[in-house]
Every structure is written in C-alpha cells, then in structure tokens.
Nanobody
Framework: QVQLVESGGDSVQAGGSLRLSCEVS????????MGWFRQAPGKEREGVAA???????RYADSVKGRFTISKDNAKNTLYLEMNSLKPEDTAMYYC????????????????????WGQGTQVTVSS
C-alpha cells in the first residue's frame, strides 16, 4: 500500500524559508512522478511543483525561482525547499504520487495523481 507522510509545515514571517518533506512508502519510488500541491481556504488545489520519473522538474509560475523540488531515492523522500515566502503561499501543502504507467504528463493537475498525503500547513505572515 502506498503511503505518503508530509512534514515540515510551520508558521513563518514573509521572506522566510521552510523545507517540506514527504516520506514515501513506494518500493519503485524512482519510477513515479512526484508532485507538491497546495490548497488555501476557499480555493482550488493547485500544482506547485513536480519531479518526473526522468528527473525533470516542473514549477508553477508563482513559485519559480523561490521553490525547489528534489528527491532522495535512497531515503524515499521528496522535498520542497521554499524561500522568500509570501503571505499568498499560505496553504495546506500536499505531496502526491503517480506511477509512470498512469501518468499523463499534466503535472499540475490533481487528477493525475492517485496517491496523496494528509497535508502539512504552511502559514506566512506579513
């Protein structure tokens, strides 16, 4: 059974940094597309970043240059390094996974992913 467990969310001031982690219990972790999503109250879930099975990284325009997605295959852990945080980054952050066999290429779309974590809250104050 696939399990994803996020951690690292916190409350920070604008301009600060956080690193989110997602521990993944997938035997063939390296052959999955992994993504980070976020959802603010009253808003739809949106794709923040993804790392595809070939290592290509994708980012939403709103976080390019500030966020970095990475993964450690040996530790089965996905990361999201977030710098220069803004109040509009406040949201619940989720990691998601989809095996390469089921991945259609739309990394930003939540319905591309069948496996989700429970989320970790990030709050950025001005």
């Amino acid at each position: 059974q696939v399990q994803l467990v996020e951690s690292g969310g916190d409350s920070v001031q604008a301009g600060g940094s956080l690193r989110l982690s997602c521990e993944v219990s997938i035997y063939t972790y390296s052959s999955y597309c992994m993504g980070w999503f976020r959802q603010a109250p009253g808003k739809e879930r949106e794709g923040v970043a993804a790392i595809e099975s070939d290592g290509r990284r994708r980012y939403a325009d709103s976080v390019k240059g500030r966020f970095t997605i990475s993964k450690d295959n040996a530790k089965n852990t996905l990361y999201l390094e977030m710098n220069s945080l803004k109040p509009e980054d406040t949201a619940m952050y989720y990691c998601a996974a989809e095996p390469l066999s089921g991945y259609g290429g739309s990394w930003w779309a939540s319905d591309e992913y069948n496996y989700w974590g429970q989320g970790t809250q990030v709050t950025v104050s001005s």
